[in-house]
């Protein structure tokens, strides 16, 4: 694979060294692209060295090879590390005064950060801010780990370790779409996977939600778009961040809102799905008067409003009475066991109330399940047989249950 390594101006990109030699060891070209203040750390010779390929920081080398576009198009993988207080400001803020500005910008590659400063700027609010909205676009951040820092100090800002590094590059190439030519085994399938949790209004500013992030839902887009299934996913209020590995993965995303609406792109898209998965957690109840204008205290005067809700249409239960032959539908349960029950036997009545050929179980409290980025399910099939139980990251488990599918198809 083409990576690019940002190597900007911090004490930690000696360690640098280190990732772009691991890297080449794995059989990657490795082009580093380093800011002018890090040649004070660790000088060009060394970087051309270890890459075999020539290093400059300068958009006027070079030129006729456009290299101040060509390095971030022609990447699968851009990683800064270590990425300073300043070059994440920088990024946020879509700076392209050197190469890797200009770099980062021409990409459409996943795009990797490992942090490396002290504490206090890690922590300080403009930091955190520059990270969230990096975040909110998808860039993925490494670290920083807590340890010693470079003066007597210690608090989290150390990079992350090199081999560390490595293993979330080779992860994060891992989830991108499968390489141009290879057949994934779900190639030749059309699947519409729903994610996230529908709000319903209350009035123009408030609703009804759940905590449900989206991460699984998308989790199983991404694993299905990987094995080469033609995907398609249908976002209720999925956390930008979360939902740009979709985009990124080239899976087309519709957004809805409500129930009402992420039924009517079901309904939509169904007819020629071969899979339907709804991990979206849908709201049971809408509520039934939606105000027009925010509901004020001044208007209420005293008298707390009472909220009328009436039932939702079961979405699921909507599209297994639609199903066209040789569709699989599958389901989701987030279920807290009450006492004297086992979450299987709470799932298999669920399994046969919504009648999908398997529901895909998992448990849920104050504390589990959600905003979370590991899970455990229990996959139910239409025998009320219990056909895996993974758990992991939810990755690992959307895999999984990519797996159970193909395996039902069969
Ligand atoms: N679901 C749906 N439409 C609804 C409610 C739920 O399609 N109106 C789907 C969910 O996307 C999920 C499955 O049904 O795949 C189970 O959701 P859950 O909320 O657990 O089911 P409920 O029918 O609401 O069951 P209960 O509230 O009794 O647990």
Redo the contacts with the bound molecule.
């Keep these: 694979m083409n990576i690019v390594v940002g190597v900007t101006g911090g004490i930690a990109a000696y360690k640098s060294v280190q990732l772009v030699r691991l890297l080449v060891q794995s059989g990657h070209e490795v082009h580093v692209v380093p800011t002018a203040d890090a040649l004070r750390f660790v000088g060009l010779p060394t970087w051309e060295a270890i890459s075999r390929h020539p290093v400059t920081t300068s958009v006027h080398d070079d030129v006729a090879s456009v290299r101040h576009v060509a390095l971030g198009q022609a990447a699968d993988l851009v990683v800064v590390a270590p990425a300073t207080a300043h070059t994440l400001a920088r990024m946020a803020a879509g700076l392209a005064d050197d190469l890797l500005g200009t770099t980062l910008l021409a990409t459409r590659a996943p795009v990797l950060v490992a942090p490396a400063m002290h504490t206090e700027m890690w922590l300080h609010a403009a930091t955190q801010a520059n990270v969230r909205a990096l975040e909110d676009r998808g860039v993925r951040v490494i670290g920083p780990e807590s340890g010693q820092l470079t003066g007597d100090d210690s608090g989290p800002g150390r990079m992350s370790e090199p081999e560390a590094i490595r293993a979330e590059i080779e992860r994060i190439l891992a989830e991108a779409a499968p390489a141009a030519g290879t057949r994934g085994d779900a190639a030749g399938l059309r699947v519409v996977v ?1 994610a996230g949790g529908t709000r319903e209004p209350i009035d123009p500013v408030r609703y009804l939600g759940n905590r449900s992030s989206g991460r699984q839902g998308v989790e199983v887009a991404l694993a299905a778009a990987a094995r080469g299934a033609d995907t398609v996913l249908v976002a209720a209020n999925v956390e930008p961040g979360i939902l740009a590995a979709a985009t990124r993965a080239g899976i087309a995303v519709r957004t809805v809102g409500s ?1 009402a609406e992420l ?1 009517a792109a079901m309904e939509d898209l169904a007819p020629d799905a071969d899979v339907l998965v ?7 109840y809408r509520v039934a008067n939606v105000a027009e204008r925010k509901l004020t205290k001044e208007a209420a005067a005293g008298t707390p409003p009472t909220l009328e809700l009436v039932e ?8 297994v009475a639609a199903r066209k032959p040789g569709q699989t539908i599958v ?5 807290m066991p009450a006492e004297g029950e086992t979450l299987l036997e709470r799932g298999i009545r ?1 399994r046969r ?2 009648g999908v050929d398997l529901l895909a179980v998992n448990a849920v409290g104050w504390d589990a399940g959600f905003e979370r980025p590991t899970n455990a399910l229990t996959l139910i099939d239409a025998h009320d047989a219990v056909v895996a139980e993974p758990s992991g990251t939810k990755r690992e488990t959307a895999e999984a249950l990519i797996d159970a599918i193909l395996r039902l198809r069969a």
Excluded: C, Y
């Excluded at 709804?278 to 049971?284: E, N, Q």
């Design positions: 729903s129930a039924g709804m991990a979206a957690a849908v709201a049971d939702n249409a079961d979405i699921l239960v909507g599209l389901g989701f349960a987030a279920e669920k109330r919504k």
